[in-house]
Structure formats: structure tokens, C-alpha cells
């Protein structure tokens, strides 16, 4: 039995802008939040002989833990690479070479070099797209670092657009995905689910995409997949389809209220429509984005169309940081530089950082303060670094989203488990060496000038 009482924080529980309780307790037992405010302390103390971890959250916020909605930990050892490319180019010369360059050791390395990264700043859910092979040692990273975790391999078997050493036929790579879910789907108290991962458009054959699709309604999976997220991926798909990009996904059966779509930077209104009719979210990744010269994702009309915005760092490799505040800051200022400019509150966009990012993830019982929800929370210290004055307000949204940074992160809640603790580095022994890391890049560089060409532009 785990028990954890959370004492005299501020809550925010995100239902809405007045959702705050000062100087409030939180208990959790066994993984779920039993109570908030005064019944907690009193059900704390029902069982004096269990042991209770105590929290001293006074002068601290507490809130729903980060979701990251779009990610690639095997890309995490790939950080500071080349920045003069975009997306095809880039995947061609360093990413698709990277992944396939891996091995078990090197995956766990990347994985763990990650999950250590978005615990300590916060993030208590990913999904994440890994590659086509190693991913046992993702799932193995996830469990023994406590983070809950959606994910698995990815699907790419278009011989036209993928390099030899990083593709599996069609039935292949659907089998290694059922057996994913045969090995982890529901573990670790259900922190561990897989999701079907075709890659996207570009890389797959049609057969591949629609099986893809049947596997993830057969076992009721998330889909996850990459779309329109730069102009010449887009004519790509609409020269060998005669569809747009999320049209042919939707003909394809991929596009419903359990897919996740990453980027959609270049859509207009039907697409808009298309996403809100089968409720499917989209994953933001601003810093991405402008890093690869993709553009920027359409946030505003995709609201209007009543489009749920989840919020994603991506891979490292595109980003070369994993910190959701930098998103949270980016996904409210670019609307801001539209003409006319289109506000989002930064209320909304930490609910798109919290809330929503559940919601994209299906996980129903993640995102709130309540009794019965799962106990993943994130703790911050508003008096760190350099967040102060946070009191111009009586709602401290604005200050988490654009003051705020990874260094107020004081503790990461998962399962009502204290996984991150500020005066921790080693984020509980989950953040490999340096020199293991180093060993691990040196090791995929020397694959990777061995390695054939790629390509993305058939």
C-alpha cells in the first residue's frame, strides 16, 4: 500500500479558472486520490500503523501533472544535431539513420536520458512514438522510472520511402505490436498501454494504414500518427492518393475519438471539420515546428471547430529540449503575432498542457484533483528561480505559462508515487552518467557512417 498526504498547498484543479483551494491537504492512496481539503487528513490517519509519506506543499502549487501528447524517446541521444533542415531532408540525413542505428542498450540509454528529462520538469504521461524495433527497452525505461507511459513501435514498410535498415513488411510490424500488447499493455498498475503507430502517410502502403487501423478498433488502442505537418509531405500524399493528407487517413480508418494526430501545420476549414467530427486530437508542437520551418499549426481555427489541442515537445532531435513549459509559452504567444492577433488564455493553455493532453491520450481517469482520480501530480514552487512576483493575480495561469520553467518543478507526483524530487539529479537513478550517454552517441555515429542511404521523397 502507497500512501502520500499532500499538505497546504494551493490546488489547482483545472475544471475551471476558479477551481483553487488555498492552504488545502491532498491524500492518495494506492495510486488514486482518496481526498482533497479536510477529509484528507483525517483518512490519512485512519490506519496509524500504515506509513503515510508526508508533502510539505505549503507556499506551493499543486496541479494535474504535465501530458506530453507527441513525443520520440529513442530520438532523445539524436539532441543538437543539424538545424539547417526540414522535415523530409531531416529525416533522411540524421533521424531515419539514428533509429535504425540503435540497438537495446543504446534505446534504453535514449529512453532514459529522456524520461528523467520530462519527470524533472514535470510531464507524468507521454506518448510516444518509438521505432521499428527495440521497443522492450522503452517499455522497460517507462516501468522502472514510474512515468505512464503510451507507446510502442512504429509502423514503416513503404520500400519507396523508407531505407532498408529501418523497415518491417506490413504483417511484421502489426505483429510486433500485438505482441507489445500481449507483454505490457495494462502493467505497472496500468501506467503501460501501446498504441498503433504508423509513422505517416509517407511511409506506409496503403494496406499497411488500413490494417493499422482494424488492430486499433479490434483492441480498442490509441492511434497515433504524424500529418500534414510540412508542405512537401503534403503534395507527397496528395500525388500518390489524389487526397489530402487527413482525408486519406480518415479513408484509410484512421482518424477517430482514440487517435492523436501529431502537428496538422497546414490544413484549412474541412480539415478543421473533419478532425472535430470523429473528435480526434491534434498534438501541438510549436518548437518543433519552427525549428524544422514547418510553420505554425492553426490553433485558433481548430478550437473554433471544436478540435481538442493537446501539446508535445516531439523528439528531441527536432526541439533538443523536452520542457512542456517552453510549449505552454510558445502555444500562447504565436496566435499573438497573427494579424489580426487571437488570444488563448493561459488558462486554456495549460489545460491543453494537463486535461486535454489526457483526453488525446484516452486516459480517463488522468487530468483532475478529485476523489477517485489517478494521483499524478505536479508540484511547483512559484518562489524558485525566477517566477516572482506571482501575486498580480488572484489566478496563477499566467505565471505558470509564462514565468514559469522547469526549475520551479519542486516534485512530480505519478500514482501517488514521488517520482521527481528538485534536490534530486539523478531523478531516482533513472538519468544515465554523462559518460554513458556520450559511450551510447559514439557507438550510434559509428553505425550511422556505415549505414546506406535513406529517403522520404518518392
Request: proline residues 5%.
Amino acid at each position: 500500500m502507497t500512501r502520500l498526504l499532500i499538505e497546504g498547498g494551493t490546488l489547482l484543479g483545472l475544471s475551471s479558472p476558479g477551481d483553487v483551494q488555498r492552504g488545502a491537504d491532498l491524500y492518495a492512496q494506492d495510486g488514486r486520490i482518496r481526498a482533497v481539503g479536510g477529509e484528507a487528513r483525517r483518512l490519512a490517519r485512519e490506519d496509524p500503523s500504515a506509513f503515510v509519506e508526508r508533502f510539505d506543499a505549503r507556499g506551493k502549487w499543486v496541479l494535474p501533472g504535465f501530458v506530453q501528447a507527441h513525443l520520440h524517446l529513442c530520438q532523445t541521444l539524436l539532441r543538437n544535431g543539424p538545424d539547417d533542415l526540414e522535415l523530409l531532408p531531416w529525416l533522411e540525413r540524421h533521424v531515419w539513420p539514428g533509429e535504425a542505428a540503435h540497438d537495446a542498450e543504446t534505446m534504453s540509454v535514449s529512453a532514459r536520458l529522456g524520461i528523467a528529462e520530462l519527470l524533472s520538469a514535470g510531464v507524468t504521461s507521454v506518448l510516444d512514438m518509438g521505432s521499428v524495433r527495440h521497443s522492450d527497452a522503452l517499455f522497460q525505461a517507462a516501468a522502472a522510472a514510474g512515468i505512464r507511459y503510451v507507446g510502442g513501435n512504429v509502423l514503416m514498410d513503404d520500400p519507396e520511402t523508407t531505407p532498408p535498415t529501418l523497415r518491417a513488411a506490413a504483417e511484421e510490424g502489426i505483429a510486433e505490436t500485438e505482441r507489445l500488447h500481449e507483454k505490457w499493455h495494462g502493467k505497472e498498475n496500468g501506467r503501460l498501454s501501446v498504441a498503433v503507430q504508423p509513422r505517416f502517410a509517407v511511409s506506409c502502403t496503403d494496406a499497411l494504414l488500413r490494417r493499422a487501423g482494424e488492430l486499433a478498433r479490434d483492441l480498442g488502442l490509441v492511434v497515433h500518427t504524424h500529418a500534414s505537418e510540412n508542405e512537401d509531405e503534403c503534395a507527397l500524399v496528395e500525388r500518390r492518393t489524389g487526397l489530402g493528407n487527413l482525408e486519406y487517413l480518415d479513408a484509410v480508418g484512421l482518424l477517430g475519438p482514440r487517435s492523436c494526430v501529431a502537428h496538422v501545420v497546414h490544413a484549412g476549414g474541412s480539415d478543421f471539420r473533419l478532425l472535430a467530427r470523429r473528435r480526434t486530437s491534434v498534438a501541438h508542437c510549436p518548437s518543433s515546428n519552427l525549428k524544422l520551418a514547418s510553420g505554425i499549426c492553426p490553433v485558433p481555427e481548430l478550437r473554433r471547430a471544436g478540435v481538442h489541442i493537446a501539446l508535445g515537445s516531439d523528439g528531441a532531435a527536432c526541439n533538443d529540449s523536452l520542457d512542456l513549459f517552453r510549449e505552454m509559452r510558445l502555444a500562447a504567444l504565436l496566435p499573438r503575432a497573427r494579424r489580426p492577433a487571437e488570444r488563448i488564455p493561459a488558462f486554456d493553455v495549460l489545460r491543453m498542457a494537463t486535461r486535454e493532453g489526457a483526453s488525446a491520450l484516452a486516459l480517463e481517469e488522468v487530468g483532475g484533483l478529485t476523489a477517485g482520480a489517478r494521483a499524478d501530480l505536479v508540484i511547483l514552487d512559484p518562489e524558485t528561480a525566477w517566477s516572482l512576483p506571482d501575486d498580480w493575480s488572484d489566478e496563477p495561469y499566467g505565471a505558470i505559462v509564462y514565468s514559469m520553467g522547469r526549475e520551479n518543478v519542486a516534485a512530480t507526483v505519478v500514482d501517488g508515487i514521488v517520482r521527481y524530487r528538485k534536490e534530486d539529479p539523478s531523478v531516482g537513478g533513472t538519468k544515465p552518467a554523462a559518460e554513458v550517454v556520450r559511450e551510447a552517441v559514439r557507438t550510434l555515429r559509428a553505425r550511422m557512417e556505415k549505414a546506406p542511404a535513406a529517403t522520404a521523397s518518392a
